[in-house]
């Protein structure tokens, strides 16, 4: 079976304006190009063009999300706020997250898009997905727009999963270099998600992704956050993987798997400090679909987050889409010799303390 991927032109016609990278302009900060820019996401589908890889995807089309879809998990003033100023000439929808005419019905489009990735697993249409959308969502709060994200795109899919298929239990692994405190907070006291977060520590939000934030009520337990140091490399990641993502995967055997999938934990992004490599990727993608294959058939929906470094970007998303289909288009990524050869890339020490306190949640799942 084939492996689906879902994009589209409007998703990069959400305009975040000239940012200074995340920080607005003005005198003393000359205009700039804002961090969540179009073309780190392009970029992406356009290498997928030119390796020869994307023919070879099956297309999944998006829809808008419904209202009632994003009401599952957004208060209607947040919507309502997102509605008036996409009509104007666009606002800050909340916490650092411009937005600009027609953003609204952008946002409802990447959703929707992910929406359309986990029906189409689901349904048996395709194996697994990836879904190419914009703007992110995994900051994004109940009633608050948040770090470049309007809609919990992941966490409205995951409510759809739960509600309107009747999934009893879906997870979330999220590796975007910085903490999905959206999803934790859309699913913090519900036992039928787990909600793991792969970030560096305390990069954003502020104070946001602690070891001990573990769900509350009946969902206690059931939030793991590994708040790994900065400067962790593939080491690390594959250790956090080995000993606490896939041994909780395994523990509370998800029905689906949905994969919050920022980029920006790669060595040289601009809004991270990491050094994940395109085979770092393609190492954490096998573990995913191994796993995947053993707890809920395989079932897996990448939804795209963050991810700043335009040159770099590309080649990530090439070695994970290239492990999801199984296809090897025999393009080289001419920066994994530079990043693969970074220091520091072996587990060290600090990092292992804290995988090792993250395994320790695990211990405690149900
Ligand atoms: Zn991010």
């Known amino acids: 079976m084939a492996t689906g ?17 995340p920080v607005p302009y003005g005198n003393p900060v000359q205009p700039y190009e804002h961090s969540e820019h179009p073309e780190t996401k392009r970029r992406i589908r356009n290498l997928l063009e030119v390796s ?3 023919k070879q995807l099956t297309p999944l089309e998006p829809r808008p999300a419904t209202e009632e879809e994003i009401l599952r998990f957004h208060t209607r003033a947040h919507l309502e706020r997102i509605r008036a100023g996409s009509a104007y000439f666009g606002i800050d929808a909340g916490v650092a997250t411009p937005m600009g005419r027609g953003s609204f019905e952008i946002a409802l489009l990447s959703a929707g898009g992910v929406i359309e990735c986990v029906d189409a697993v689901l349904g048996g249409r395709v194996e697994n997905a990836y879904a190419l959308v914009r703007p992110p ?10 770090g470049f994200c309007l809609f919990g ?12 298929h009747q999934l009893a239990r879906i997870a979330f692994v999220d590796w975007d270099v910085h903490h999905g405190n959206g999803t934790q907070a859309a699913f913090w006291e519900d036992p039928r998600a787990l909600t793991i977060s792969i970030h560096q520590d305390n990069c954003f939000p502020p104070n946001s992704g602690q070891l001990s934030d573990r769900g509350a009520g009946k969902g206690e337990g059931y939030n793991i956050n590994i708040p790994l140091p900065p400067g962790s490399g593939v080491g690390a990641y594959e250790a956090t993987f080995d000993r606490v993502v896939v041994p909780a995967l395994r523990k509370f055997r998800p029905e689906f798997i949905i994969v919050p999938s920022g980029f920006d934990a790669g060595a040289h992004d601009p809004l991270g400090r990491q050094m994940m490599t395109s085979d770092g990727f393609r190492s954490l993608t096998r573990k995913l679909m191994a796993v995947a294959n053993e707890v809920c058939g395989g079932r897996l929906v990448l939804c795209h987050e963050g991810g700043y470094n335009a040159a770099t970007a590309p080649f990530f998303g ?13 393009v080289v990524d001419p920066f994994q010799e530079m990043l693969g050869g970074l220091g520091g890339h072996v587990l060290q020490p600090h990092q292992e303390a804290v995988i090792g306190s993250a395994a320790e949640l695990v211990e405690a799942l149900q």
């Open 318 to 330: 090439l070695a994970v889409l290239e492990e999801l289909s199984g296809i090897h288009t025999g």
């Open 153 to 164: 795109n992941a966490a409205i899919s995951g409510f759809h999963l739960l509600e309107a």
């Open 5 to 21: 991927f879902l994009y589209h032109e409007l998703y990069m016609w959400h305009d975040t304006g000239h940012l200074a990278g």
């Open 137 to 146: 969502g995994h900051h994004a709060l109940r009633d608050l727009a948040m």
């Open 52 to 54: 020869g890889l994307l």
